[in-house]
């Protein structure tokens, strides 16, 4: 158990409308993820963070911003929902025996759907 | 662009046989590389890390790089129903993995 806390777990919500996803961990990792799995596209990665106040694009980024004001909490939003952003999202923390390894533990997912 | 591909399946293979997962890699200069399995429903969780040419065994998993042709596999011996699930192959990009789409293996007794 990584100590990795998502909320919700399961949201609906209606196009045009405002999201915002929490990730809560406990164990004071610094780096902090944010995907989104969808059939056909595997998990891609939206933002992630490097520390407090420090973040940075992943791949499908658009759509998507994020903020960690603190080491424990990292927040997704989604401003004006899109029926395209139905998805799944994972959270995680880079973490591992090594710390040069780089594997990554995932939160439970938050489940989204937008009508 | 790093990418990553596997071929999404599903992989049938008998109780008891070696499932033989593969995924190829885009770029030439990536070093490490993970194995997550995902059973439905459920969140990603890691099996294997393998950074250096060859093999990696860890009970019934082994996995292989072979740098040279760009590729990586994840062999899981004797087969169980419960390995039935979508295992992930990510390439580690500084700070970041990126995930292929993810083999499904059923495993039927």
């Known amino acids: 158990d990584a100590g990795i806390t998502q909320s919700p777990r399961h949201k609906v919500t209606e196009t045009g409308t405002p999201v915002t996803l929490r990730c809560h961990q406990t164990?004071?990792?610094?780096?902090m993820y944010w995907y989104r799995q969808d059939p056909g596209h595997g998990l891609r990665l939206i933002h992630y963070?490097?520390?407090?106040?420090?973040?940075d694009k992943g791949e499908v980024s658009d759509g998507y911003s994020v903020s960690r004001s603190k080491t424990e909490d990292f927040l997704l939003t989604l401003e004006s929902a899109t029926s395209s952003q139905t998805s799944v999202y994972f959270c995680?923390?880079?973490?591992?025996?090594?710390?040069?390894?780089?594997?990554?533990?995932f939160g439970e997912g938050s489940r989204l759907t937008v009508l | 662009q790093k990418e990553v591909e596997q071929n999404s399946g599903p992989l049938s293979v008998p109780e008891g046989a070696i499932a033989s997962l593969n995924c190829t890699y885009s770029?030439?200069?990536?070093?490490?590389f993970f194995w997550y399995r995902q059973y439905s429903g459920k969140s990603p969780e890691l099996i294997m890390f393998?950074?250096?040419?060859g093999d990696k065994e860890d009970g019934r998993f082994t996995a292989q790089l072979n740098k040279a042709s760009q590729y990586v596999s994840l062999l899981i011996r004797d087969s169980q129903p419960s390995d039935s699930a979508t295992y992930l192959c990510?390439?580690?990009?500084?700070?970041?993995?990126?995930f292929g789409t993810g083999t499904r293996l059923q495993v039927f007794p």
């Open positions: 995680a923390i880079k973490g591992g025996t090594h710390a040069n390894t780089g594997e990554l533990f």
């Open positions: 990510a390439d580690q990009f500084t700070d970041k993995l990126i």
């Open positions: 963070s490097y520390g407090v106040k420090d973040t």
């Open positions: 164990e004071n990792h610094r780096y």
């Open positions: 393998i950074y250096s040419n």
């Open positions: 770029d030439r200069g990536s070093q490490s």
